[in-house]
Nanobody
């Protein structure tokens, strides 16, 4: 059974850094792309950053220039760091992964349970 296990988050001071990690547990799949999304109260879920299996990145304008995203394909993990955090970065952050199960023609999308990030002094 595939699960996305998130770690990190919590309370971050304005100007501080956020580190989030996500691990895909299970077996029998190839990971096509992994990413982090966030949803603030009253707003739609939005992409923060994603990275494909060959290292191509898609970064939201809101965090461009102050973030880094990386993957360890051997461990099926992904790390996100956002620096110079702002109050408007407050949201629930969700790990996302598109996987192709061995023997299946199409990918499946999985979500983590979400982790609250609050930027406040």
């Amino acid at each position: 059974q595939v699960q996305l296990v998130e770690s990190g988050g919590g309370l971050v001071q304005p100007g501080g850094s956020l580190r989030l990690s996500c691990e895909v547990s299970g077996s029998g799949f190839n990971i096509n792309v992994m990413g982090w999304y966030r949803q603030a109260p009253g707003k739609q879920r939005e992409l923060v950053a994603s990275i494909t299996s060959d290292g191509r990145r898609n970064i939201a304008d809101s965090v461009k220039g102050r973030n880094s995203i990386s993957r360890d394909t051997a461990k099926d993990t992904m790390d996100l760091q956002i620096n110079r955090m702002k109050p408007e970065d407050t949201a629930v952050y969700y790990c996302n992964a598109e996987l192709t199960m061995w023997g299946e023609p199409r990918g499946r999308v999985y979500w983590g349970q979400g982790t609250q990030v609050t930027v406040s002094s």
